[in-house]
């Protein structure tokens, strides 16, 4: 039996492999040729690497700016890592994990299937944290670990990673131009929040796409250099706060910490030049691959893909985003600080995600201020968040940090805090979650008729 969910994990969890074998059982299904359906599989499965290589590089080279900044501003507290509390949790959940994880995505088929939530979840790794998330929880609930914690953590792992796909599509038809594809990250709350915010209060018109840069400035339109020129001078400045001394004997190895930055900043914008590309191969492929299942199996369904599948459509907000977010996961910082709190250090990898994620989707109803305020916000959210989840969280003892994203914390708030009522608050909970979901679905087809 482990050995059956441990290959089921290692499959589930490479979006890679995942998405190649849902490309190639698409293909199939629309009985192509067996030279298209290898050609298919192949080029989506090396479009996922591609992409996931270039979200890699962007991760290392924002590991040297992380801790540059911890060392520059000497502070000491609790990282939201979304990585590191699940690998100390699967060391003692790990088969509920699976198991759970498994009966969402059964739950979340069955759901798209059957409602108007028309979209399959394919990020395999936050399927995993989610599974962590709603294992810990429950378990620590005291419902153990044996089919009702299965089965109700599979109910709300795939009722969640049905609906916020779902809740971020509006937003998504705006930004690709089209309706081929979902959103497929745990930070859509905050997506969903920062796409309302800029409607109410941003303004469309001025998009962050559309700055106008002076003729000798016209180099800059170019994302690979606007990018490469803007977190060198991040990178420099941070370097010298940080001073000579600590990133040439802890980071550099010895290289001059200027040229160290410098080398950095290029890596950051090299990572985004394969990301890009990595995007292209993917919607190349998997968007009509995945027209043969929904047709078949699915009707209508959509594939709902990791955050950096909407970088590509616009690089100025990506930036603006990330910024704004950092900005404010450090003035909270402070601020925590200042009240005597546990400090929540913003997480550099989790406020570029989600807040250059964030700013695209503020800028796509609210233009530059939307990208601001709709990062600014979701910013807000992954800083103060972390604080209320902690507890949730305890038995764990997992105070050296907590999981990182919207989709983590603003859920995994509700359900630790029913468990705080009982087990049969957490059912009950759980329970009314798929119902909502279901009865919504049924009425908004009911108006659809009308």
């Not at 979006?15 to 849902?22: G, Y």
């Not at 081929?180 to 709350?189: L, P, R, S, Y």
Request: proline residues 4%; hydrophobic residues 55%; glycine residues 12%.
């Amino acid at each position: 039996m482990k050995n059956i969910l441990s290959v089921f994990v290692s499959i589930a969890t490479q979006p890679a492999i995942l998405v190649a074998l849902i490309s190639m059982v698409g293909l199939l299904l629309q009985k192509k040729k067996a030279n298209e359906v290898i050609a298919g599989t192949i080029k989506t499965f090396a479009g996922f690497l591609v992409l996931i290589g270039g979200a890699g590089i962007l991760v290392n080279s924002l590991t040297p700016f992380a801790k540059m900044f911890q060392f520059a501003l000497h502070v000491q507290g609790v990282v939201p890592s979304n990585e590191a509390v699940v690998a100390i949790a699967l060391v003692k959940f790990g088969t509920p994990t699976a198991l759970i994880m498994l009966t969402g995505m059964i739950v979340n088929i069955l759901l798209a299937r059957f409602t108007r939530f028309k979209y399959i979840f394919l990020t395999g790794q936050a399927m995993l944290y989610v599974s962590c998330l709603s294992a810990v929880i429950l378990v620590s609930a005291g419902l153990g670990t044996g089919w009702l914690t299965i089965l109700l953590g599979g109910i709300f792992e795939g009722t969640l990673l049905t609906v916020t796909p779902a809740l971020c599509q509006p937003f998504m038809r705006k930004i690709t131009k089209g309706d081929q594809v979902a959103m497929g990250h745990t930070g859509n709350i905050g997506y969903a929040s920062a796409g309302l915010i800029g409607k109410f209060f941003g303004d469309e018109s001025k998009d962050t796409e559309d700055l106008k840069i002076p003729k000798s400035l016209g180099f800059l339109r170019d994302s690979t250099v606007s990018i490469t020129i803007l977190m060198t001078i991040v990178y420099v400045v941070l370097a010298i706060f940080a001073g000579p001394s600590f990133v040439e004997n802890k980071l550099s190895s010895g290289t001059n910490y200027i040229i160290f930055s410098i080398i950095q900043a290029g890596t950051f914008a090299a990572g985004f030049v394969v990301v890009l590309q990595g995007v292209r191969m993917i919607l190349g492929e998997i968007v009509p691959a995945f027209q043969g299942i929904a047709k078949k199996l699915v009707p209508n369904s959509k594939p709902a893909l990791d955050v950096p599948i909407i970088f590509p459509y616009a690089p100025n907000a990506v930036l603006i985003g990330f910024f704004v977010s950092f900005i404010v996961g450090t003035l909270s910082m402070f601020a925590m600080i200042a009240l005597g709190t546990t400090v929540i250090i913003p997480g550099v990898v989790g406020h570029f995600f989600c807040g250059a994620a964030a700013g695209i989707y503020g800028n796509s109803t609210g233009g530059r201020r939307g990208a601001i305020l709709g990062s600014a916000f979701n910013g807000l959210l992954i800083s103060w968040l972390p604080l209320l989840i902690l507890p949730v969280l305890g038995t764990l003892k997992l105070a050296a940090s907590t999981f990182a994203d919207t989709d983590y914390l603003i859920p995994g708030i509700i359900i630790g805090k029913l468990g705080n009522y009982g087990s049969t608050a957490l059912i009950t909970g759980i329970l009314a979650f798929i119902l909502v979901v279901i009865l919504t679905s049924i009425i908004l087809n009911t108006k659809d008729k009308r």
